[in-house]
């Protein structure tokens, strides 16, 4: 069922948006790695699962679980439930496991849908978890309009490795800035 909706999704998504990807060579790396992304449409988790050709897992802010079956579909997709606003612990256990595992945990990084790159709006989960995780971040930017007939296009940059050492609060603020940065130059850039 699940390739079934991929499928109808993706050719649906190429016919509206008309999709490109640039870098996908980037996602090559072995093992898992935390993608991140700048986040401007509801679109965009359908644009990156589509497109991307991999297996993702999402953190969803958990208001979209409460009716059960939007729930149980997001689940079925890779998306769990994630407390905005709160440390949540269980989310974070929860995608340090995936990582653990070998897949890709996908995060926007500011957390919610803007146009704006304003890098002060983001959080530092994506880097502490991948740092935790000793997992690299894989930037993406997501460009264009999504109205009929124009173009979306999936720019991916390279893994961003943040070394072997626990990272303290200071240094999780500037990794996530250079992350934001690197999003941001790829959106420019197409």
Partial sequence: MKKIIIAVVKAFLKVIYRPIVIGAQNLETVGGFVLTAN???NWDVLVLYAFLNKELYF????????????GWF??????????????????IKHAIHILN?????????????????NVDDAKAGA?????????PVIPVA????????????INIGSPIYFGE??????????????????????SETV
């Fill in 39 to 41: 986040h401007r449409s």
């Fill in 59 to 70: 953190m969803a802010k958990a208001d979209l679980f409460k009716n059960k079956f939007f």
């Fill in 74 to 91: 997001l689940k079925k997709f890779g998306a769990f439930p994630v407390k905005r606003g709160a440390n949540d612990l269980g989310a």
């Fill in 101 to 117: 595992d070998g897949k890709i945990l996908g995060i926007f990084p500011q957390g919610k849908r803007t146009d704006e790159f």
């Fill in 127 to 135: 880097v502490l978890i991948a740092s935790r995780c000793k997992k």
């Fill in 142 to 153: 997501i460009s264009g309009e999504y109205k009929l007939g124009s173009k979306i296009c």
């Fill in 165 to 186: 050492q626990k990272l303290s609060p200071e240094e999780l603020n500037s990794n996530t800035v250079v992350v934001m940065e690197k999003i941001k130059e790829l």
